[in-house]
């Protein structure tokens, strides 16, 4: 956690606990960003562009843990629109009338649904890395041909968390020190690709409880919102590399955006892993050129 962070909760509708880290002192009428992770991630995703970036000065920044990992551990259903929800609920607790966000992956997902749910208290949303379940490829493709044996299975694993019969404790991760040990670890193994690394069930599974991994891939392959309803601003860092999705069916995909703008960074899917300083640069100039800041 930065030294300019604080650690804080709230409540959800369904009376889940919901972790979340904000600023130590809220600058009145600053615009209010928030982070959001991708699949089997948590908001130490953020933790290096927490430490590296500007937008401290003029924005009042939150990075959230969302419904089912870490600060936010829940073994119980969720679909996206319950992050949604939870997301609502942070913006009463907080008393923020408007929020921007910036989403990677599976986080970009529910920073579109929620900026067509939401239209109203959705400043813009900038989408790094977003996931099109119609361009899928490669496992997650898989998992959409699968979902409904997936399902089958997930109710299975639902059933035995509510006997109890599950794991009573997961070690929190700590994300930013796995991108630095993995940047050293690819420069030193160049015949590999990250997403050797990052696509590994096994690892993921040490930090997140199976329910909530299966839903976080039944959430990814689901549909989203159509491009055409999101009516804020959209801006968008995309990976040259295409280990998730087809790189140009995503570029048609995000040219249905009604105002949007596309920064095109040489990466594979995990350019907060791959390419901090050149990520971090681009998303503080999309911030300051959605809010004016």
């Excluded at 000065?57 to 969720?78: A, E, K, P, V």
């Excluded at 992956?105 to 239209?119: K, V």
């Excluded at 159509?226 to 801006?235: K, T, W």
């Amino acid at each position: 956690m930065s030294s300019m962070e604080v650690t804080r909760s709230f409540f959800a509708q369904d009376g889940t606990q919901i972790g979340y880290f904000g600023p130590q002192t809220t600058k009145t009428n600053a615009p209010s960003v928030l982070l959001l992770h991708g699949m089997a991630s948590n908001a130490t995703r953020w933790s290096e562009f927490i430490a590296h970036t500007q937008l401290h000065q003029t924005c009042n920044i939150y990075r959230m843990d969302l419904r089912g990992r870490q600060n936010s551990l829940f073994l119980g259903r969720y679909k996206r629109t319950d992050w949604l929800q939870d997301i609502n609920d942070f913006l009463k607790h907080e008393a923020i009338s408007s929020l921007l966000f910036i989403g990677h992956s599976m986080g970009a997902q529910i920073a579109q649904d929620f900026a067509c749910t939401y239209a109203d208290k959705c400043q813009g949303i900038i989408l790094i890395d977003p996931v099109f379940p119609s361009n899928l490829h490669g496992q997650l493709k898989l998992v959409q041909r699968l979902k409904w044996p997936a399902w089958a299975v997930l109710q299975i694993i639902l059933l035995f968390n509510t006997l109890g019969l599950h794991r009573k404790h997961y070690s929190h991760r700590d994300l930013y020190q796995l991108d630095v040990d993995t940047r050293a670890y690819l420069a030193a193994n160049p015949h590999l690709s990250i997403s050797d690394l990052y696509m590994s069930p096994s690892a993921d599974l040490k930090h997140i409880p199976l329910s909530s991994y299966l839903q976080d891939l039944l959430s990814v392959v689901a549909s989203i919102c159509p491009q055409e309803n999101v009516l804020c601003p959209v801006r968008v860092l995309l990976s040259s590399g295409a280990s998730v999705s087809n790189y140009e069916d995503n570029l048609s995909s995000i040219e249905l955006f009604p105002d949007h703008n596309v920064d095109i960074i040489e990466a594979d899917h995990w350019l907060l892993t791959e390419r901090p300083e050149q990520a971090r640069l681009v998303l503080e100039a999309r911030v300051r050129e959605i809010t004016n800041t």
